[in-house]
């Protein structure tokens, strides 16, 4: 995984509550066995009409927002199915950040594990950023810090997957090195109940 | 101190904990079952041939097809071939890495949510993930049971453990009785709940599920209710394992047998409970007394209301709510509903009996006795879609097949189907369908369609009348 970096950027704002993960990437992508190339179908169903051609009154759709970096949302962002396809979606078209009131818990975790960064703000930053979505924003990690035009902000993530994301740590060679005490929780739980061996 | 189940479970699978003494770190948690399916775990396996990485417990992990197969004639070739490829990635790598697959053909092929259980791969104390956020039904069994994303399904395949912050304790206590427990189901408690506390509702949190009216249902309804605690943004749902759990699983093709059986059940009587005086972080109580069948009527599962209602008025769903106002407003727009039309004025156009909420034998028997002797409505094509091979099996035996079909439902092969529409089973734009499953989002069972969720019964009942009906007149 890359180095969480500071990231200069203006918003794009979604402004719809409980964003689910089937309006994220529709299920018809969900087929494809590769990570990559799902940017050109985040939002599908809201971008497209069934007969492909953008739609104008969507968010992505339009020019002013191209190239940001920060995706602005509401409460509940990512709710629903645990597809990682979601995150891979929204990285993949060019995000870095996510902005919203509230995650759902398991698109939140698949969040770090990609190296986009959800960051949760309260109600009225929120409320001021969908209308000021013209200011350049300034995301820390390192320091939690947000910079909204000339207001600062902070943040709260927990030290141990703030310091993945800075680091770019790989978490399953994190896990290895503690191979022995894997192995001894085997050895151990068999005694208290056998769900350890082989059914 | 006194320890709810959750605690217990959770205590007895941490491998180490990042910073000793503490609460905020990150534990390491073993895992006692890995369960796969084709759609959430190719990208997995690549990643453990991009860095030479093995299974470290093959034995532990159990793979099957069930998202995106047809459940058309199975002997015929896959004819969509992006599945095909899905669905062989999996065939490949199950052999590659020594995973047991329960593959296309195969007896015990299903919802890989129905065939756990079934199988005897869950039980009761262990930790189960899949790459799927229903995993929470297992719960049902005393299982702690939740979704988990394709890094760490790659992460589990790789060490067998999982990163994870404790989660919050949350309990649910349902009390009373159903006036008529054959027209008012586990679906209608689990999406009152929803309706209550909202999709945001268990975020952070383990719901345990208590109460006397939990404790009369059976382990099917139990896993209805677990099924559907995602849908209220929990991972997972808990609920206690009694004798009736023991019966359930004893027996079963992976459970322990004999004498080793008898004491695993001693050990889960005496340790799987939840302390009397112990603490939850958060509580709330339903009584069922007076609840009846529920329909879902906008684009997430807390838009639910009683079948003798009116589609309400945005103003009134929201409560002051400013985001839940234009949420409400969105959803009347997509579900082409206007504010004020009694819920049962609503016809339909599909019926989809099936998912891994609803498609097991206690739910084809409750639907087939609002079935028999009836016929489905000129005006709407309804399937039913059994969880598992062997529910289909089961259900053939007492001659359900026959029931559904004399009806005009076509009777499928087992599979996600319609719940989410990744195989051919979609609905077309515009269509309005009566669903046993767990998401009426937006586009969920084909774009442009429109879901209503609802009990088996309430389904049943809908496919015969052609619009939604009290079920509580038939039952």
């Not at chain 1, 402004?15 to 050109?40: A, E, M, W, Y």
């Not at chain 2, 297992?138 to 299982?143: D, F, M, R, V």
């Not at chain 2, 889960?268 to 509580?283: G, Q, V, Y």
Request: hydrophobic content about 35%; proline content about 4%; aromatic content about 8%.
């Amino acid at each position: 995984m890359e180095p969480f970096k500071v990231i200069k950027s203006k918003v794009t704002p979604l402004d719809i509550s409980n964003v689910d993960t089937d309006q994220i990437i529709p299920k018809q992508f969900l087929k494809l066995i590769q990570r990559t190339g799902f940017g050109k179908y985040l939002f599908y169903d809201w971008r497209f009409d069934r007969d492909g051609n953008p739609k104008r009154k969507f968010v992505l759709n339009d020019p002013k927002y191209t190239g940001r970096q920060i995706l602005l949302a509401r409460d509940n962002f990512g709710s629903g199915s645990s597809r990682e396809h979601a995150v891979w979606a929204i990285q993949d078209y060019g995000f870095k950040a996510i902005i919203a009131q509230s995650f759902a818990d398991i698109f939140y975790i698949n969040c770090f594990k990609v190296g986009l960064l959800p960051v949760s703000l309260r109600s009225e930053e929120i409320e001021y950023l969908f209308r000021n979505t013209d200011l350049n924003i300034e995301i820390d990690l390192f320091n939690q810090q947000v910079t909204i035009g000339a207001i600062i902000t902070h943040f709260k993530i927990d030290e141990y997957r703030k310091k993945a994301l800075l680091q770019g740590l790989d978490e399953i060679d994190v896990t290895l090195q503690l191979e022995s005490k894997i192995a001894e929780y085997e050895k151990k739980n068999k005694v208290i109940a056998p769900y350890t061996d082989k059914p | 101190m006194p320890k709810t189940i959750f605690e217990k479970i959770w205590d007895n699978h941490i491998v180490y904990f990042e910073k000793e003494g503490s609460n905020d770190g990150p534990s390491l948690v073993y895992i006692d079952r890995h369960l796969l399916h084709e759609v959430t775990s190719p990208q997995a396996f690549d990643g453990l041939r991009l860095n030479g990485r093995r299974v470290r417990r093959p034995d532990l992990t159990f793979a099957t097809m069930d998202h995106n197969v047809p459940t058309s004639n199975r002997s015929l070739p896959i004819v969509d071939q992006i599945s095909r490829t899905q669905i062989q990635a999996l065939a490949q790598n199950c052999k590659e890495f020594g995973i047991t697959l329960f593959d296309f053909n195969n007896p015990n092929q299903g919802i890989v949510h129905v065939i756990g259980p079934e199988m005897g791969i869950t039980l009761p104390g262990t930790t189960i993930v899949c790459g799927d956020s229903h995993t929470s039904t297992h719960g049902a069994l005393g299982t702690l049971a939740f979704g988990i994303g394709t890094s760490e399904v790659e992460h589990v395949l790789a060490t067998q453990c999982l990163w994870m912050y404790k989660p919050k304790t949350f309990a649910i206590t349902i009390t009373g009785k159903c006036k008529n427990p054959h027209a008012i189901t586990a679906k209608d408690v689990i999406l009152s709940i929803i309706k209550r506390i909202g999709t945001a509702g268990g975020t952070g949190t383990i719901i345990e599920y208590k109460g006397e009216m939990i404790t009369d249902l059976s382990i099917e309804q139990r896993m209805t209710i677990c099924n559907m605690s995602i849908e209220a943004g929990a991972r997972a749902g808990l609920i206690v394992p009694d004798q009736k759990a023991f019966d359930y699983i004893r027996g079963r093709t992976y459970t322990p047998k004999g004498e080793q059986f008898e004491k695993m059940v001693d050990y889960w009587r005496e340790n799987l409970i939840t302390d009397a005086n112990a603490k939850f972080e958060r509580d709330i109580t339903l009584n069922v007394n007076d609840l009846v069948p529920q329909v879902s009527w906008g684009t997430n599962p807390s838009m639910v209301i009683d079948v003798t209602d009116t589609i309400p008025y945005p103003d009134d769903f929201a409560n002051g709510n400013e985001n839940e106002r234009k949420a409400a407003l969105r959803a009347l727009e997509y579900m082409a509903l206007k504010p004020a039309t009694p819920i049962t004025d609503v016809q339909i156009d599909r019926v989809f009996i099936g998912s891994c909420t609803n498609s097991r034998l206690d739910d084809l028997l409750e639907a087939s006795l609002v079935v028999k002797g009836r016929k489905v409505s000129c005006k709407v094509r309804a399937m039913v879609v059994p969880g598992s091979q062997q529910v289909k099996i089961e259900a053939e035996r007492l001659g359900l097949d026959k029931v559904f079909k004399d009806a005009g439902f076509e009777w499928r092969e087992s599979g996600c189907s319609m719940c989410l529409g990744m195989n051919s089973d979609i609905l077309g734009p515009g269509e309005r369908c009566a669903s046993t499953s767990n998401r009426n989002f937006e586009g969920r069972q084909g774009s442009g369609g429109r879901t209503h969720l609802v009990s088996p019964v309430m389904a049943a009942a809908a496919a015969i009348e052609g619009h939604f009906v009290d079920v509580r007149k038939w039952l």
